[in-house]
């Protein structure tokens, strides 16, 4: 039994592993929000299992906790109480901007010096990885010695190795060994793009090419969070669809999907620890055996929910699944409301294919129906709002029992065909929200309508620089108003993050060597422009090396010898002119 003072709450948990510390090196895992939240993330669940897989290891997590920060309690990690500055590396995975507001007060709470060149090696040595972070390191780079930028699987067992041997070693000679780890960012010998000059380093981001070898499934149960005792199981990562506005779309290129052998496998694993079966993937739907694998899956009793889903085309045999499992909502996402709009960021669902997803819903009796769309996508007009309401009065004809949208603010993001695009004005995003919600309620929808106010605040973080560190230690209390009175006070302004940018200068995201080329989204760019739909990844991404992501090795693996690099789309110039979209 743990002595921890969080034992009531452990005690509720499976799966939790307990080590003694003697001889082994300790690791905080940290998830920078509460304990709720950070439990239903497939990747705490995936780094806890694997560290404490290693017999020299000792992992325990720690979570945002603002009520004992606030009566001034120190950070305490879950599974034995200790404080931070007890373990040797504190690892931080960061799934949400927003979220970086918490890295601080967590640092704060644990009596850190929060920056990076203020913490020698008597500190724990800093670390950070997860999407948060991976295309856009830079605001929250001050604060850590190192960040792995991508998908960090196989990058896991070399710095465990040099935890071991290096741990207790002079902090420059730690960070010059972490230096020299492809993928791995250590900003203190890494200048900002902007001031360093041609040839420029970059950071190549991760990706692994065999996702069976590390098991993406749940090691741990609790009902104490938002998918209770689900058994979560990462079936595909990746999306080849190519929505512009879309960074999982980006970040995770190639699309990789398990085998259905392997799934059914964790499912038969899972089945043993709860009958809930989460799919997660960028695209669940888009699994090329998802019928074989929903059918299996409903035939060994589980019940079915899944994290996303496409309807050109629906899987039949997947909703009747999720129906029989017991799923309460079908949840969908036009994300525009015209097909003009669509067609902009690249959205291929129709409204008929659409409407066809929401006749089966009604059809199957699933009781509550749910629309997710964004707002102040690039082009967006009056109009595409109006499209946007009369295809939820068609849904609404169609579907009789509840029914629910969202209508979140679009974030221009890094290293996505948009990344140079202007975001919407919160005043025009507010009349918008209030145009939907008005005609939402004679339609009896409920609306669930994100702050355009703190989504700007979003869209500074997405697309910022080292210069917002200091913003976020000069915050008196979190509010939309102090934010930005932080911002003036250290001299910058909101529309340098959040109007257009050159496409031909240098953003502070290029330190990051996404793999897709810049070329590539400038095409795609040119192709919004005209409201064109831009290419999709083939099947299993076999001869594809249009965006860049793929190697040759890897886009011609199913081929006898590996062929000169040819392209599959015309040529993109670097030196064509874009239309600045507004």
């Known amino acids: 039994m743990s002595r921890s003072p969080f034992a009531a709450l452990l005690s509720r948990e499976t799966g939790t592993v307990y080590k003694d510390w003697g001889g082994r090196l300790p690791v905080a895992l940290a998830f920078p929000n509460t304990y709720y939240v950070g439990m239903s993330s497939l990747a705490l669940q995936i780094l806890y299992r694997r560290l404490n897989a290693y017999p020299d290891v000792v992992c325990e997590r720690v979570f945002w906790d603002k009520a004992a920060a606030a009566a001034g309690k120190p950070l305490l990690s879950l599974e034995s109480g200790r404080r931070m500055d007890e373990f040797a590396v504190w690892a931080f995975t960061i799934s949400f901007e927003m979220d970086y507001f918490h890295v601080v007060a967590m640092l704060r709470q644990a009596g850190f010096p929060p920056l990076a060149r203020d913490r020698d090696e008597t500190w724990p040595l800093l670390i950070a990885g997860g999407p948060g972070v991976t295309m856009n390191p830079e605001p929250l780079a001050p604060f850590f010695d190192a960040i792995v930028i991508g998908e960090g699987e196989e990058v896991l067992d070399t710095l465990v190795a040099l935890w071991r041997e290096a741990i207790a070693a002079p902090r420059a000679e730690l960070l010059a060994a972490l230096d020299r780890i492809p993928g791995v960012y250590v900003p203190a010998l890494v200048p900002p793009i902007a001031e360093q000059t041609p040839p420029r380093r970059r950071i190549e981001r991760l990706w692994v090419r065999d996702l069976e070898r590390y ?14 005792e689900m058994h979560l199981i990462e079936i595909a990562r990746g ?3 190519g929505c512009r506005f879309c960074l999982a779309g980006y970040v995770y290129r190639p699309p990789r999907e398990q085998p259905l052998e392997r799934l059914l496998e964790w499912a038969e694993e899972g089945l043993r620890h709860s009958r809930r079966i989460g799919l997660v993937s960028a695209a669940v739907s888009d699994h090329t055996q998802i019928d074989e694998l929903a059918t299996a899956l409903a035939e060994r009793g589980a019940a079915i929910s ?3 889903m496409r309807v050109d085309p629906i899987s039949v045999p997947l909703l009747k699944a999720m129906r029989a499992g017991g799923t309460q909502t079908l949840t969908i996402a036009p ?8 067609d902009v960021i690249s959205k291929t669902q129709s409204e008929a294919q659409l409407l066809q997803a929401v006749a089966w819903a009604q059809n199957l009796g699933f009781p509550q129906l749910k629309f997710y769309f964004m707002i102040g996508h690039p082009t967006e007009t009056q109009e595409d709002i109006e499209a946007l309401v009369a295809f939820v009065a068609k849904a609404r004809s169609i579907f009789k029992r509840r029914m629910a949208i969202n209508a979140t603010p679009f974030v221009p993001k890094a290293h996505t065909p948009f990344q140079w695009m202007a975001m919407t004005d919160e005043k025009t995003l507010q009349q918008r929200q209030a145009y939907i919600q008005k005609h939402m309620g004679r339609l009896q929808v409920a609306v669930r309508a994100d702050s355009p106010a703190w989504m700007a605040i979003q869209g500074v973080l997405a697309r910022g620089d080292r210069r917002l560190a200091t913003v976020l230690l000069d915050l008196p209390q979190l509010s939309v108003a102090a934010f930005w009175e932080a911002m003036a006070r250290h001299g910058l302004a909101r529309e340098e993050f ?3 940018r050159d496409p031909m200068e240098v953003p502070p995201w290029a330190i990051v060597a996404s793999g897709v080329s810049d070329a590539f989204f400038r095409y795609e760019w040119r192709l919004a422009a005209r409201a064109q739909v831009g290419p999709h990844c083939p099947p299993d991404s076999a001869g594809c090396l249009t965006c860049g992501a793929c190697d040759e090795a890897w886009a011609f693996r199913f081929q006898e010898g590996v062929p000169s690099r040819r392209p599959t789309a015309p040529p993109v110039s670097a030196a064509t002119p874009i239309p600045l979209l507004v």
Do not use: D, I, K, N
Request: aromatic share 6%.
């Open 215 to 228: 098991p993406p499934v749940s090691s741990l149960y609790t009902p104490e969070t938002e998918f209770g």
């Open 498 to 500: 959040l109007g257009a």
């Open 306 to 308: 899944v994290s996303s």
């Open 239 to 241: 999306c080849g669809r």
């Open 335 to 342: 994300e525009a409301g015209s097909q003009r709009l669509r």
